[in-house]
């Protein structure tokens, strides 16, 4: 084991550091930020009901998402499935995972929660990571749908057009490489395979939804619905302030996610509500007043899955601190620490086969 790893590993020392990100973030606020005068009476003329319907509204969006991922991972696995309330618990999970810890650690966190109540042999680690991944593409149809509004309703902001540029190209090539992935024929069996091998054709069972048109325009539907809920979502905040139109809040939804692609500390709590304020000045909107939307939206859109992830981790018997250091779980006592993929129990012969050639696996999967 590094120092550097060692180090990571030592209570005081990650103290340390989140104080020292604190610190940078306070300084910041104070030498750079709004005036907090100006965001503290935004909140006087709020108009709460309005903010009930966003959070109820960012619920359903919630629900629609992990719909798409239900039927992302109905395609990787054998029966018997997991049943839908624990996807939802995972994915909420997931999603206060993303909210409280850098670097998308929700997206190991809700592998992991689901994993858990997954017998030996009808699901692995690699096979849920591949269907995370597979979800997580089909946001890029709904993202480049909000992009092609937004250039033709509303301003975007310079800095963040190499960034949504990336973002589309990094998303079709990942794209274009998960169906070739996901269409590749293994002629050996899995576990003939070598430690490497068998993992990469596990992570490939979750790409399957690739391949069956219905599931996945099934998903990409879900997925669309989930992003129109959202924008709802930030819609109805606007109005809460007494501002705002659906070209601005589709500017705010993309903006808000360029602003996170890369999450330097949990949530960019700073970072985000900048993003949003800035350009909302040309729409009429005092910057601090657009802080003071900014840090409502994400209070909105962090609701529901921390509210509801903390009370599914409750429910599973998890703590918060298991959580943070769930990377570094042991899956079935593995040597390194870390979640160890190779060493799950592989798929039998059976489960290796094709389900296009098993008439009624695929009728059960449709």
């Not at 219905?214 to 905040?237: E, I, K, M, S």
């Amino acid at each position: 084991m590094t120092l550097a790893r060692r180090l990571l590993r030592q209570l005081w020392f990650r103290g340390l550091i989140a104080a020292a990100l604190v610190a940078g973030m306070v300084t910041l606020f104070v030498r750079r930020g709004p005036d907090w005068n100006s965001v503290y009476h935004a909140f006087d003329f709020v108009v709460w009901r309005w903010i009930v319907l966003a959070v109820l509204i960012n619920l359903l969006s919630v629900i629609v998402r992990s719909i798409a991922w239900d039927l992302v991972v109905r395609q990787a696995l054998t029966p018997p499935f997991p049943r839908f309330p624990l996807v939802f618990s995972a994915f909420c999970v997931g999603l206060l995972g993303n909210a409280a810890l850098p670097a998308r650690a929700g997206e190991i966190a809700r592998v992991a929660v689901l994993r858990r109540r997954l017998p030996h042999g009808s699901g692995t680690t690699a096979v849920l990571l591949g269907t995370v991944f597979a979800h997580r593409l089909f946001d890029l149809f709904p993202v480049v749908s909000l992009i092609v509004y937004t250039l033709f309703t509303a301003k975007i902001p310079h800095w963040a057009i190499s960034a949504i540029v990336l973002f589309v190209g990094v998303g079709f090539a990942l794209l274009c490489f998960a169906l070739v992935t996901a269409r590749r024929q293994h002629t050996r069996v899995l576990d003939e395979m070598g430690a490497a091998r068998r993992l990469l054709a596990m992570a490939q069972r979750g790409l399957w939804v690739l391949k069956r048109p219905r599931a996945a325009a099934g998903a990409t539907v879900f997925q669309f619905l989930g992003w129109f809920l959202q924008l709802l979502a930030v819609y109805t905040v606007m109005r809460a302030f007494g501002f705002g139109t659906l070209p601005a809040a589709a500017l705010v939804l993309l903006l808000m996610n360029v602003a996170t692609i890369f999450p330097l500390w949990p949530g960019n709590v700073g970072l985000m509500q900048a993003a949003i304020a800035l350009p909302l000045v040309s729409y009429g909107v005092d910057y601090g007043t657009g802080f003071a939307y900014g840090l409502a939206l994400q209070a909105v859109e962090m609701s529901v899955g921390v509210g509801l992830g903390l009370a599914f981790l409750a429910r599973e018997g998890i703590s918060f601190a298991v959580l943070k250091g769930i990377r570094d779980e042991r899956e079935d006592d593995g040597p390194s620490g870390e979640i160890v993929l190779a060493d799950l129990d592989p798929p039998t012969e059976e489960a290796a086969v094709e389900p296009e050639d098993e008439p009624a696996r695929a009728a059960s999967r449709r």
